[in-house]
Structures are given as C-alpha cells and as structure tokens.
C-alpha cells in the first residue's frame, strides 16, 4: 500500500516537473528579451507560500501540478491597449514573443531527447517480449482467420496495410481501421521450416470481453515466452505441477501434441476435451488428440456398455460416477472398432465450432488402430484406458531458458525465439514418450499433470483469492495449473532519433484519424491517465518511469505546437501573421479566439478525464 501511495506521489510530482520546465522555457526566454514578469507559480491554487525575487512574485499553489507564468500585457487591462504596457508581451516585436512563446515546447522536446539518449547511452530498457514480437500467440478459434489456417506460431508482417511493428498494431488497427484490415505474414511449419505467405483481408468483428467499439481479425495474443519461476513456498503443493519434475527457470516448450506460443494457447490447450494418445496403425505409431467425453453423451449399444460395466467394476468405479471415454469402441486389447455417436448431434456440432482444432494434431481414429499409450502412460488392455481418462491430464515439456533471455534483443527476439527451441530433441522426445529411461538434458517431459480448477486451487491451498487471478479463472469453471508462468523481458534499446520519429508518427496518426472520425475521442489519454502510466512506469523501475516522463514531455512539446489559439503554437501562428501582413492582431481580438478554443479544450480535458477514470475503475 506504501508502495502504491509513494508510486502514485512520484507520478504526480514527475507531470508537475516536466509542466514546471515547459513554464520555465517561457519564463527564462521572456526575461532574456525584455518581458516583464509578474508571477511564477509552482502548482495551482491558492498559494501556500510567496515570496518576490528579482521583480517575479514567485508562489507554491496548493495543487502542485504544473504550473504557470504571467508575462505582463498578456491579459488585457482595462483603459489599456496591451501593446503600450511597458516591456509587455505585446509590447515587443512578433519574433520576440515566437522566441518566448515556442521555448515552452522546444524545453519539453529538448529534455525528451535528453532522456531518450541517457537510456540509449546506458543500455536501453527491458521490455516485455509480447511487445514487439511479430509471431502471432493465440488466434480466435471461431474467427475466419483461424479458418483460413492462421494460427499460434504464424507471423505478421503487414496489418492494416502497414509495416508491422508489434502489438501495439494490433490494438490500434482495432480501433482505427474500417470495415475490414488487411493482414499479411507466413504460415510457419516448425518442424519442417516451411513458410507459407498469406494476405487476407478479413472483416473486423466485435469479440467478447474487448472495450467496445474495438474490433479484431482473430488475432487475440502475441507470442510469448513462458517461464517458471518458482512454486508459492507456503502454497506450491497445491499446483498441479507439483512434483511434476518442473524447475526454477523452466521454460514451457509443449503441450499435448503442440509447441507452445503464449499463455492463452496453453490455457485453451488445458481446457480442450481431449487426450493425447498413442496409437499403432497397421505396424506405424502414430500420436495425436482424440476428443474426451462424457459416456452420458454417447450412444453406446448393449455389449460395449456390458464391457465397460465389467471395467468400472475391475477399478471400483460407483455407478452413479461420471465417466470419460473416447467417442469409439474399444476392445480388451485396446483396438479401436466403431466410432459412438453422440445423443445430441446438434449441440455437440455446435460446441465443437467453439473449440481449439488443430488439423495437423487433432486425429481421427480408425478401426483394428490400437491405444499404446495416454499421455505417454503405456496401455496393456482396453480397461486402462477408462482408468487413464478419469481425470483430465495435460503432458507437458519444459527446457532451462539458460543464457537465452540475457541476449535478447528486440532486434533478435524472434529469431531467438524460434532459433532456441530444440526442434530435433522435442521430436525425438515425442518419439520415445513411453520410454522412461529416454531423459534428454535439453528436453524434460514432465510426468503428466492434471488441471484444476481455480475454486480447487484456492480450497486446495488455503490461499487467498487475489483479484487478478480471479478475474482469470475465478468466475469460470476452466482448468489451470496452480501456478503464474513469467513472460520474458528483451532489451530494447532504439536511437533517439528512432524514438522521436516514432512518436510524431503515433501523433501524426492519432489526430489525423481524429479528423478522419476513425478514432473516437474516448481512447485517448487525460491528466488521470498519464497518472496512471507513470504510477505503473515506477512501479517497473526507474528507467521505465524516465522513459515514460520522456515520452510524455515529447507529447507535451509537440501538443502545444499545434495551431489552435489556446495552445502555444496559436500565438505563434498570430505573430507570423503579424509579421508577413505588417499588420497587429488586437490583443482583445486575440482573446475573443482563445476563449471559445478554451472552453473546448476544458470541456475535452473533462472527457477524457471521464473516460480515463471509467477505464481505471472498470479494469
């Protein structure tokens, strides 16, 4: 709470500095060309403390955010025209008051490129590798995309008709594009390397659980890098990786059949109805899913019901306990016969359109194949099988992350994502699965886990429901592992110049898809919610809060530049007129234009505030 508190204060006091040196630009380049200053005060407000220095009554307000200064003749006074105040703003010639009205800017701009350089000169930053990746972690199961073949493991290269960058793309392509965005990238086969292009231009949808207004292809997830850190020391036993074989440092490489890519695809992994089994099919093995189910849901004909009667009785099965199967029968020897149908067809087809189905895992078993294994658990006889599916199990393999994530870049990232994973040992790893003598260094298969519930977990553990995690799985019946699995950080470290090129872009587009009316005003960001990203940058660590206060201070820079008569390149705009027709604007025609532009800008200021605040207490 301590924490909490100090990060929210210093989020404060770091808008407040980068306000006080936008004021501080105007008020040191007033006094170098012959302004009269009046006040300089630190915050708003009613002030707390005064004093007079230099001719400049200087104050502290109340509310110390920002601040401001009162050049002389910049408001008019009554009797007066403002361009006879002695040493006022109007008094002095247009290109003086550019020089006082731009170094507010130009000292915001200065010290985000200031900031950009310390963190390149020191090293850059760390980031989280889901921010830049091109390689696409989870994808839609019901969405065209993932019709069209497009899944976890596949990259971007285009979206919405631009260079991909990452994923901050893909939430901006949702709320900016059209009716429809353009996605291109390949289609990647891991274990044979082949890359397929494809470029499809596909329909935006609104998805469940999305902010409203904001739409999405299919592409849900980036890829990322899953990692162990540790078990809870006074709640670890209750994860269902307990004991599992798993280590500090592990990373999470497979699961039932596929490679891994985020932690939404392992979550819908988790959850599937499925089994990964081993099959022999005419003398070739053969692994793959087949569908888990319910017996209550399968048509089964009297003499396979009188078998499997015989087999709950062989493992004290009570009659009143559900039982899971797959959709064939089966005989003593474990040989597939005739596939069962189910009671509901039209609910199962239905259910099924809303699962994970991955063409190149999910199998469909064929008679006189026989069931060698269940999730590399070796099968003698057809009752095994019924013991094996009594509980949903996940087989996973893990490898040590090593030196991997100390050399990762955001300029090699993807390259050593895929160039790490240890293809070759994972296959031959799925090729002696019930070979328990056949341990790898570089592979682990751990010994198969069976997911619980986050209501078991807690029950489980004792432990406390904590919020986020409860807003995963608490309301849900879904499955998990008991455990937080890390997402790995990358060094990111542009050029200066790179950062400040990217930032006009950001804003070019932004104000360029607001006049468009491709972007609603609702998404942008107010005074609260800089608050907030500064309060989670320091929460981070101090180079995120430096960046952030950087980013910020460019943002305020170049804002203020813009055109409009409250804003700073307002004024400027009035002193280029002066100058190019040698004709003054009269100081009261200039605040007839600027007061109407601050009521807007008030009224903006107060949206977006609402908005920054519905998003702070909805989330």
Do not use: C
């Amino acid at each position: 709470m301590e924490a909490t508190i100090l990060n929210f204060l210093l989020a404060g006091l770091g808008l407040s500095f980068l306000i006080f040196i936008h004021e501080l630009g105007h008020y040191w380049m007033a006094r170098r060309v012959g302004m009269k200053v009046e006040v300089f005060s630190i915050g708003f407000g009613k002030p707390l403390l005064s004093w007079q220095h230099d001719g400049v009554k200087w104050q502290i307000g109340a509310l110390l955010f920002g601040g401001y200064v009162k050049i002389a003749g910049m408001e008019s006074e009554e009797g007066k025209d403002s361009s006879q105040i002695p040493d006022g703003f109007y008094g002095k010639s247009p290109l003086a008051r550019i020089k006082v009205v731009f170094m507010g800017p130009f000292v915001n701009i200065v010290f985000a490129l200031m900031v950009f350089t310390l963190i390149w000169g020191t090293g850059g930053r760390k980031k989280p590798f889901e921010q830049e990746t091109h390689i696409i972690g989870w994808v839609d199961p019901s969405s065209e995309l993932s019709s069209q073949g497009v899944k976890a493991g596949d990259t971007i290269s285009s979206y919405n008709g631009k260079s991909f960058t990452g994923f901050k793309d893909l939430l901006s392509g949702g709320i900016l594009s059209g009716k429809s965005i353009e996605i291109k990238g390949d289609k990647v086969s891991y274990f044979t390397g082949e890359h397929t292009p494809y470029d499809y231009d596909l329909k935006g949808y609104q998805k469940e659980g999305f902010p409203k207004e904001m739409r999405t292809i299919g592409v849900l997830n980036p890829a990322s890098i899953l990692v162990f850190e540790r078990f809870d020391k006074e709640h670890g036993k209750a994860s269902p990786l307990y004991g599992s074989g798993i280590a500090d440092g592990d990373r999470i490489l497979w699961a039932n059949g596929e490679l891994i890519f985020s932690a939404s695809h392992l979550y819908h992994i988790i959850n599937q109805p499925s089994v990964y089994v081993t099959i022999e099919r005419n003398g070739e093995i053969l692994r793959g899913r087949v569908p888990r189910v319910a017996l209550s849901e399968l048509e089964i004909k009297p003499a396979f019901a009188s078998e499997l009667s015989d087999w709950r009785r062989e493992f004290k099965i009570a009659a009143g306990e559900e039982v899971y199967f797959i959709p064939y029968e089966v005989d003593a020897q474990g040989f597939i016969g005739k596939a069962l149908p189910y009671i509901d067809n039209d609910l199962i087809e239905e259910l099924q359109k809303q699962q994970y189905y991955n063409k190149e895992v999910d199998i469909t078993l064929k008679p006189k194949d026989r069931i060698v294994a269940v999730e590399g658990v070796s099968i003698q006889k057809g009752s095994d099988l019924l013991k094996e599916l009594k509980e949903k199990k996940i087989l996973l393999m893990t490898a040590p992350t090593k030196n991997l994530l100390a050399s990762m870049t955001f300029e090699n990232q993807d390259r050593l994502f895929v160039s790490s994973l240890p293809l070759d040992k994972i296959k031959e790893a799925v090729d002696r699965l019930e070979d328990k003598e056949a341990a790898s260094l570089d592979v682990k298969v751990l010994r198969p886990s069976v997911p619980i519930t986050y209501k078991e977990f807690i029950e489980a553990s004792g432990k406390k429901s904590e919020d986020r995690l409860e807003k995963a799985y608490g309301d849900k019946l879904s499955l998990f592992l008991g455990t937080e699995l890390r997402g790995a950080d990358v060094f990111y470290n542009p050029t200066p110049i790179q950062v400040f090129k990217d930032v006009l872009q950001e804003t070019y587009t932004t104000f360029s898809s607001l006049l468009k009316g491709n972007l609603s005003p609702k998404w942008l960001t107010g005074p609260v919610g800089m608050v907030k990203i500064m309060h989670d940058s320091w929460s981070v660590g101090f180079k995120e809060a430096l960046y952030w206060m950087g980013l910020i201070s460019l943002h305020l820079g170049v804002m203020n530049l813009l055109p409009l008569p409250v804003l700073d390149g307002g004024h400027i705009l009035f002193s280029l007129w002066e100058i190019v027709t040698r004709k003054r604007i009269a100081s009261r025609t200039v605040e007839r234009m600027v007061i109407p532009f601050a009521v807007l800008l008030i009224i903006f200021v107060v949206y977006i505030t609402y908005q920054d605040l519905s998003r702070l207490f909805t989330h």
